[in-house]
C-alpha cells in the first residue's frame, strides 16, 4: 500500500496513469481498493494468470510495470510486449530466489537478509539488480517478522529508484555473482523446510530455527511442523515459546499429556516450550 501512496504522491509531477492490477491469488486488501477509488487510479481485479496475462500482452510498450508482493511470473511474451518491468525480492538476490525467501534465510542460518529491487527477465529472480539493501536476522527472528522488516526496506528503495525511472535515467544494473552460490537454486511453494518435521532428539536449537523459519503469524503459508512423542503417536505443533526455565540446566525433555505441551532444554536456564495436537 506504501508503494502505491507513493506513487500517487508524483503523479501530479510527472503526470502518469495509474493501474493497480488485483491478481485472485493476492487476496488484495479491501483499503487498496477504496484508495484507487478516492484518487481515481483504474482498478482491475483478474481472476486467474491467463486474464493478466492477456491483458498486459495488449499493453503499450511505453509503460513500467511495479511488481511488489506478487506471486504472477511474468511469461515472455508479457516481458517483450513492454516497457520496463521492476520486481521487488525479500531476499539479497541472488540467493534464495523464488518463494517463501525469508523462510529459507532463517532456516539456513543467515545472519542478514535483505530486500532487492531487479529488473524482470524470462528466468526467475534473475534480472538485474537495480538496488539492495540488508536487514539483520536476530537469533529468535520469526519469519513473518522478517518479512516486515525486509518490507520496510523495499519501500525504503522504491523511493531511490522510482524517479530515476520515470525520468528515464538509465539506473546502473548489477549483476551478482556470490562465488559458493548456486545460481540456479529456485525454491517453491511447495517445498518445506526439513519436509516439515523434526525429531524430539534434535538439536533444540534446530528445532527452534525450524519453527520459526516457518512462522508466518496468522498467515497459514506453512502447515504446522511435526514430530512423534516418545510412544511413537504423530503431534503437530501449534504453538511455541522460548522461556526461562528453572535454575540450573534442564537435564531433559519432558511431556504433558495432560496440557498437551513439549518441554525441551534450551542452553542454561532456558527451555523450549511446544503446545501440540494429536494428528
Not at 481515481?40 to 511505453?62: C, I, N, P, Q
Not at 506453512?222 to 528453572?246: C, N, W
Request: hydrophobic letters at 35%; a neutral charge; aromatic letters at 12%.
Amino acid at each position: 500500500m506504501s508503494i502505491l501512496q507513493y506513487m500517487l504522491s508524483l503523479r501530479g509531477r510527472y503526470h502518469y496513469d495509474l493501474e493497480y492490477i488485483a491478481y485472485s491469488q493476492n487476496q488484495c486488501p479491501v483499503q487498496i481498493e477504496k484508495m484507487c477509488a478516492d484518487f481515481h487510479v483504474t482498478y482491475l481485479a483478474f481472476a486467474d494468470k491467463g486474464e493478466v496475462t492477456t491483458y498486459l500482452s495488449h499493453k503499450r510498450k511505453a509503460v513500467l510495470i511495479v511488481s511488489a508482493g506478487n506471486r504472477y511470473l511474468f511469461p515472455q511474451e508479457v516481458i517483450e510486449n513492454n516497457g520496463t518491468i521492476i520486481n521487488f525480492h525479500n531476499a539479497l538476490l541472488p540467493k534464495y530466489k523464488g518463494r517463501n525467501a525469508p523462510t529459507w534465510a532463517i532456516f539456513c542460518k543467515e545472519t542478514e537478509s535483505g530486500a532487492t529491487w531487479h529488473i524482470v527477465e524470462k528466468n526467475i529472480d534473475a534480472g538485474g539488480i537495480l538496488w539492495q539493501k540488508a536487514c539483520r536476522i536476530s537469533a529468535d527472528e520469526k519469519a513473518y517478522e522478517l518479512a516486515r522488516d525486509i518490507m520496510s526496506l523495499a519501500e525504503e528503495g522504491f523511493r531511490e529508484i522510482f524517479a530515476p525511472l520515470i525520468e528515464g535515467e538509465r539506473i546502473a544494473v548489477d549483476l551478482v555473482q556470490l562465488p559458493g552460490v548456486d545460481q540456479r537454486k529456485i525454491y517453491y511453494s511447495y517445498e518445506i523446510p526439513n519436509d516439515g518435521r523434526f525429531h524430539l532428539d534434535d538439536c533444540p536449537e534446530d528445532i527452534y530455527r525450524l519453527l520459526r523459519s516457518t512462522d508466518y503469524g496468522l498467515f497459514d503459508t506453512f502447515p504446522h511442523m511435526r514430530t512423534r512423542l516418545p510412544d511413537g503417536r504423530p503431534v503437530e505443533v501449534i504453538s511455541y515459546r522460548k522461556q526461562a526455565g528453572d535454575s540450573g540446566r534442564l537435564k531433559a525433555k519432558t511431556i504433558d499429556t495432560e496440557k498437551k505441551r513439549i518441554f525441551v532444554p534450551f542452553g542454561r536456564n532456558m527451555k523450549l516450550v511446544m503446545k501440540y495436537k494429536e494428528i
